[in-house]
């Protein structure tokens, strides 16, 4: 049973830091890439960064480029999002995802909210 499974949001400052965390189980996490989305309340689910298997070759959407950072352990069945110098706009349900085939899994999310 494939789950995916975010932690690490919370509520801080413009400015600040988090890092998100996204526990993979039930597949072969080593062999698939990664991916991270968000989703603020009314609009669709973006994406926000994608990591290869191997942990090279990370892409971003423009608005994270040189804030955020996407990496993963392969031993812990982990990947990472590293965000910094957080904005206001960056406020979003955070989700982590992995496309097994033709399967589409997602986590259940965490929220991160950015304000003074």
């Known amino acids: 049973q494939v789950q995916l499974v975010e932690s690490g949001g919370g509520l801080v400052q413009p400015g600040g830091s988090l890092r998100l965390s996204c526990a993979a189980s039930?597949?072969?996490?080593?062999?698939?890439?990664m991916t991270w989305h968000r989703q603020a309340p009314g609009k669709e689910r973006e994406f926000v960064a994608r990591?290869?298997?191997?942990?090279?070759?990370?892409s971003y959407t423009d608005s994270v480029k040189g804030r955020f950072t996407i990496s993963r352990d392969n031993v812990k069945n982990t990947v990472y999002l590293q965000m910094n110098s957080l904005k206001p706009e960056d406020k979003d349900v955070y989700y982590c995802?992995?496309?097994?085939?033709?399967?589409?899994?997602w986590g259940q999310g965490t929220q991160v909210t950015v304000s003074s």
């Open positions: 039930g597949f072969t996490f080593r062999t698939n890439p």
């Open positions: 995802r992995a496309v097994l085939g033709f399967n589409d899994y």
């Open positions: 990591i290869t298997s191997a942990g090279d070759s990370p």
